[in-house]
């Protein structure tokens, strides 16, 4: 079982690690779900752990429906997490009419090659998340998906979870997310059968 802690300090990562982390997704501003942590770091992260650091790529709090210019923006980041040695990047876009932003999606996918993405989740703002993950299978460079599947928690989506980890067969693939802990993640693994999780508190507090 593969088990992400999202962090926003150094100190986090580092503990998460100790804690028994198998990867980090590495974020600033967590209050506003993450935000593009800074390239100093992501550097300092990227060099000091043993274990796989992605990077979230989100230029502002609020939607998932971006300008050119948080595009480019965009572009800047993915470039500082290359420099940094980073083992990915996590994004999520979404048009205006609340559909998976696929032009934009492919177009950062093959930025950040070779360098594998994790679209975020934004795909549980979709009506349908299942529909979502039809649409990503088919943009390369799209190696995970996270998601709660549409609901606030994992329990609540998991209908929806085993559908979207059925559509996928594994590629990409569902990681789940939706208030995941060390006290319920082996429950939710038995639940879905889904190989990957994530979640603040998924080795415990990190945060203290």
């Known amino acids: 079982m593969i088990k992400e802690t999202c962090v ?3 100190e986090e990562a580092q503990k998460a690690e100790q804690q028994g982390a198998s990867r980090i997704e590495l974020c600033s501003d967590l209050a506003n779900d993450g935000l593009t942590p800074s390239p100093e770091l992501m550097q300092k992260t990227c060099a000091a752990l043993k274990i796989p650091v992605m990077v979230m790529i989100r230029p502002r ?6 300008t050119e210019d948080e595009i480019d923006q965009m572009k800047t980041d993915i470039d500082h997490a290359k420099q940094a040695g980073a083992a990915g990047a996590v994004f999520g876009l979404l048009t205006a009419d609340n559909k998976i932003d696929m032009e934009n999606t492919r177009i950062l996918a093959d930025y950040a090659h ?4 994790t679209f975020h989740k934004a795909i549980d703002e979709l009506e349908n998340p299942v529909e979502g993950v039809e649409a990503l299978k088919k943009t390369s460079g799209i190696k995970r998906i996270l998601t709660s599947g ?4 994992a ?20 990681m789940i997310a939706g208030k995941v802990t060390d006290k319920n993640v082996e429950e939710l693994q038995q639940l879905t059968g889904a190989t990957e999780f994530h979640g603040r508190r998924i080795v415990g507090n990190v945060s203290e």
């Open 155 to 174: 329990r609540e989506g998991l209908e929806t979870l085993r559908k979207m980890l059925q559509t996928a067969e594994g590629n990409p693939i569902i």
């Open 150 to 153: 549409g609901k606030p928690t």
């Open 8 to 10: 926003e300090t150094f």
């Open 61 to 66: 709090a609020g939607n998932f429906i971006h």
């Open 114 to 117: 070779p360098m594998p993405v």
